[in-house]
Structure formats: structure tokens, C-alpha cells
T-cell receptor, first 113, second 110 residues
């Protein structure tokens, strides 16, 4: 199994630009999570999808953040417009319905100048 | 707010020694998990212990759970340089939501 795939691995953009992060979960997993990791706040859950439906988006910082899961094998996290404080590593993770274990992707390191 | 807090924040040991990391949490849980994160990588699941279990082993890893004290410990025996990483405990505040601690940075010196 290829594991959770994220792209791009690194993104450098300027303030005000739109940023789109992509995730392909492990095949057969029906739960998908987006996390953000920073030195100050640690690892935070942004949004949780189950069977492609957003169940909990209480961690999404503000309206500038949006996430979609159009099908079971693809999800996006979009930031528009981006701000320097959005600089962080963004992780996607997936799990199967009968498991508490989450499998993480390698992350996208976002730098907003 | 963070549910789990690891102690110590950083730990440096010699290869071959044992490493012990502790995690404390605030509310009741169904299970507690430990994850490892190598520098620049995603988190990797190590072990899960359920609330009705007191101890669990996996290879060189030993995890204990004391629900009365709301604490867990992760012991890595006979450490290797490759064990150098950050270690996080994660507790479930709901059926799907994991709350991660701030992590322990472990350095194993060759």
C-alpha cells in the first residue's frame, strides 16, 4: 500500500495568494482528517470527513480555510487568501471505520511570505 | 486545549539505554495511543492501549496506563540511534477525535 499521499510537499507563496493542498487517503479508509502542526500550538485537528461528508470542522481557523472531499480517494484543503500566520506543516491522515489508528501522510510544509 | 501533556519535553540518552516518556491527560478516555514523528515526516502509529488495559508490549516498546492517575508511560528498551524522534501521546475525546500532546523529543546518542 502506498500510504497517505500529500502534495505538494513544500509550498512557498506570498500573502494574499490562494493555496491548495491535496491528499489521497489509503484505499478503503472511510475517515479522513486534516491537521495543522506548529511549534506554538502543536498538532491541531482542522476538519474530519467520514464517508466523504464533513462531520466536524470546528477546528477550521476561519472562513479563509475550506476543505472538500469530492470522492473517497481525494481531498483538498484550500486557504484563500493566505496569511503569514498560516505558515505550518499540514498533515492529512486516514483511518478505517473499525480502527482507532490514524495513518498520516508526509505533510505539506507551507510558508507564506 | 491539549488533552495530553508529555514529560519530559526533551530527553537525551546513550544508545543501549532505556528511554521513558510520560503522558498525563485530563478527562476520561476510551483509549490512548502513542505516535512517533521523525524530523520532517508524518506521525507513525506505535501502539494503542485501551482504558481497560494496564500494560501492553510491542517489540522493544512497553506502554502502561493508569486511569486513576490519568497517566501513561512509554518505555523504549535498548534504544538505538534510529529511535531519535519526537513521541506523542494521543487521547480520544470522542469516537474519532484524537487530541495530541506537545511531544517528547528523544535524542539517542551513538
Amino acid at each position: 500500500d502506498a500510504g497517505v499521499i500529500q502534495s505538494p510537499r513544500h509550498e512557498v507563496t506570498e500573502m494574499g495568494q490562494e493555496v491548495t493542498l491535496r491528499c489521497k487517503p489509503i484505499s478503503g479508509h472511510n475517515s479522513l482528517f486534516w491537521y495543522r502542526q506548529t511549534m506554538m500550538r502543536g498538532l491541531e485537528l482542522l476538519i474530519y470527513f467520514n464517508n466523504n461528508v464533513p462531520i466536524d470542522d470546528s477546528g477550521m481557523p476561519e472562513d479563509r480555510f475550506s476543505a472538500k472531499m469530492p470522492n473517497a480517494s481525494f481531498s483538498t484543503l484550500k486557504i484563500q487568501p493566505s496569511e503569514p500566520r498560516d505558515s505550518a506543516v499540514y498533515f492529512c491522515a486516514s483511518s478505517s471505520g473499525d480502527s482507532d489508528t490514524q495513518y498520516f501522510g508526509p505533510g505539506t510544509r507551507l510558508t507564506v511570505l | 486545549s491539549q488533552q495530553g501533556e508529555e514529560d519530559p519535553q526533551a530527553l537525551s540518552i546513550q544508545e543501549g539505554e532505556n528511554a521513558t516518556m510520560n503522558c498525563s491527560y485530563k478527562t476520561s478516555i476510551n483509549n490512548l495511543q502513542w505516535y512517533r514523528q521523525n524530523s520532517g515526516r508524518g506521525l507513525v502509529h506505535l501502539i494503542l492501549i485501551r482504558s481497560n488495559e494496564r500494560e501492553k508490549h510491542s517489540g522493544r516498546l512497553r506502554v502502561t496506563l493508569d486511569t486513576s492517575k490519568k497517566s501513561s508511560s512509554l518505555l523504549i528498551t535498548a534504544s538505538r540511534a534510529a529511535d531519535t524522534a519526537s513521541y506523542f501521546c494521543a487521547t480520544d475525546s470522542s469516537s474519532y477525535k484524537l487530541i495530541f500532546g506537545s511531544g517528547t523529543r528523544l535524542l539517542v546518542r551513538p
